[in-house]
């Protein structure tokens, strides 16, 4: 079983310029976790996913461990705050975009694919590419297990 | 018979003296590039004193002082340890409560509990926790943080002054001159309040007629829950009883001819046998190694290779002829020669790390016992070395290692401090205090 078996390749997808109230959007209206950001050539550059931009609207002094858990804070607006100012920023999807998200090649194991996931990344997907780093679509942790448990035994051995 | 190692010709064919200085000077030097591992380059000018043969590996392991060592590890583990239950935070919000949100209420507050914690605790593990929480608070009153963190940073040089155990100088001075927690506290706690009373004013004067907060906002800072910051209360428990036998220990240690490190030691041990107690011994195993990993390595290793390195430039009689040359500027008067320690620890301080300066300071110190009458003479001017290089530290944002973490923190938080803007109020209050602690010098003691 190859990973370009089992990844989802209808991949909705942003440009390096989009504005980031509109990946936002996409992000909400779609119900996605996360957007690859690809240039004019089809190549893979970076990605959005819900939680590096929950990471950009949290105070710094969170996300640097300085204060790693709140329990005794009020929401004081602040998320708001920053959220708004993100969207409003003018700022583009390359400025926010995570430059190295996890990749994998289309011709990887299963076994390959869930290493990648569970030992690089902090989300749960992985993005599966050529060797030009053309994007050829996105596998998530449920693909994994759905493929696991819709596979005969006679499949699995040969993984 | 062995040869004295100061009439040694070392490698190279320089006289050993030449090379005490010369790796003395450059190591210092370096270090103020700030462009290495300050332990790693200490450990290396130590290691060069021995391999270019001004010390044996005998004599550079004898000039370690393992009582500043082991009070520093001991004191780094307890915090460690007593800082997972959230009891600094929940200080920090009370105290905030406490005033009602009122901006310089709150400045106020914060700045008497790190002043308060830098006593007992290191200074950079003092803002450390309380920094973040400044600004959570600053970010809820939606208010600038800066008079808040400069307030924090003078307060916590402020407080390290006050006792044995804050700052590392004084544990250093300490140990080497012979002087207990309790003759700290005698003689160095007394200034502290008036000096942080006068600086405070000062700050209003500067920053806070102009903090002001909405009744939004200070309602949003009642909100919080301090009782929520409190993760384990068994282990607050345990942390609360082993802190305050260390603190006993430490006022009654010299009566009993025991050193503050054996206190310190003894404290961390047993916080870490009793912080997993109940666990099983991979659990406890791992938790010793969250403790261990927490301490800060680079602080110890560097006093290390810091005593070994001025051990080599005094074996070589180096520190004797600065002691020399100080005692002839000041023509061996006594009230001038604490004048001049006083200030230019000071200076001195402001813009270097006032570790080095002090531990090359000791020994000069010690070698003026002959002209002054005694160890016991010597006294004042250890107080004005401990007041002029703790206090010195608040001149700059680089005179203290918690100065620049609490920057770090404040350009993290997108308010980057300026090192002038910080300068032009900082040096002159550092000055302010030193004139303070000299005239209570002065009238105390000359």
């Known amino acids: ?159 | 018979m062995a040869v004295p190692a100061h009439s040694a010709t070392a490698i190279f064919g320089l006289p050993s003296v030449w090379l005490a200085v010369t790796i003395l000077l450059a190591v210092y030097a370096v270090i103020m590039v700030e462009k290495f591992n300050r332990a790693v380059l200490s450990l290396l000018g130590a290691c060069i004193m021995v391999l270019s043969g001004v010390l044996t590996q005998e004599q550079a392991i004898h000039g370690i002082d393992f009582n500043t060592i082991g009070l520093l590890t001991g004191m780094m583990v307890i915090v460690a340890i007593s800082q997972k239950t959230g009891m600094f935070q929940y200080v920090a919000i009370r105290s905030a409560k406490a005033v009602k949100g009122e901006p310089w209420g709150v400045l106020t507050m914060l700045s008497v509990v790190t002043a308060i914690f830098s006593a007992f605790l290191d200074n950079v593990t003092t803002v450390l926790l309380i920094a973040p929480v400044t600004l959570l608070i600053t970010d809820a009153l939606n208010i600038k943080p800066y008079p808040f963190l400069f307030s924090e940073i003078l307060a916590s040089n402020m407080g390290g002054t006050a006792t044995l155990i804050g700052d590392p100088p004084n544990i250093m001075i300490g140990s080497q001159a012979g002087l207990s927690f309790y003759d700290f506290l005698v003689n160095l706690a007394p200034i502290i309040p008036v000096i942080f009373v006068v600086t405070m004013g000062c700050i209003w004067l500067i920053f806070g007629r102009q903090l002001h907060a909405t009744d939004e906002a200070r309602e949003l800072i009642m909100e919080f829950n301090e009782h929520e910051a409190l993760k384990d209360i068994p282990l607050l428990k345990k942390s609360l009883l082993v802190l305050g036998l260390v603190l006993i220990g430490f006022t009654c240690a010299h009566g009993l001819g025991l050193e503050p490190a054996t206190i310190a030691m003894f404290g961390a041990a047993l916080l870490l046998l009793l912080q997993s107690w109940e666990h099983d011994l991979e659990s406890k195993n791992h938790d010793f190694e969250g403790v261990m990993a927490e301490v800060e390595w680079t602080t110890i290793l560097f006093f290390v290779g810091l005593f070994i390195i001025v051990t080599g430039a005094e074996h070589t009689g180096v520190i004797k002829l600065l002691a020399a040359e100080l005692l002839e500027l000041t023509a061996g008067d006594f009230d001038n020669t604490v004048a001049a320690v006083l200030w230019t620890s000071a200076l001195a301080s402001a813009l270097i790390d006032n570790i080095p300066f002090v531990a090359t300071m000791i020994p000069m110190i010690e070698d003026m016992a002959p002209t002054f009458g005694g160890e016991e003479a010597l006294r004042p001017l250890w107080w004005a070395l401990a007041l002029g290089a703790c206090l010195g530290g608040n001149g700059s944002l680089i005179g203290a290692s918690a100065n620049l973490i609490v920057a770090g923190f404040s350009q993290r938080a997108g308010h980057p401090i300026a090192f002038l803007t910080f300068m032009k109020h900082a040096f002159l209050l550092m000055v302010l205090s030193i004139v303070i602690s000299h005239l209570y010098i002065a009238i105390r003691y000359l």
């Open chain 1, 1 to 159: 079983m190859f990973a370009s078996k089992i990844m989802t390749t209808e991949v909705i997808t942003c440009r390096p310029d989009q504005p980031v109230r509109e990946v936002v959007d996409l992000l909400v209206a779609k119900h996605l976790r996360v957007i690859p950001v690809v240039d004019d050539n089809g190549k893979l550059v970076g990605s959005i996913n819900t939680l590096s931009i929950l990471n950009r609207i949290v105070p710094e002094y969170i996300v640097t461990g300085d204060l790693k858990s709140v329990p005794f804070a009020p929401d004081i607006g602040l998320l708001r705050k920053h959220f708004k100012a993100l969207e409003d920023g003018g700022k583009q999807a390359c400025d926010i975009m995570e430059r190295n998200p996890t990749k994998v090649h289309e011709h990887e194991s299963l076994l390959s694919v869930t290493a990648a996931l569970i030992t690089y990344d902090r989300f749960e997907y992985v993005l599966v590419v050529d060797h030009d780093d053309t994007l050829l679509g996105v596998i998530s942790s449920g693909d994994i297990l759905r493929a696991l448990y819709a596979a005969s035994p006679s499949d699995i051995e040969r993984v």
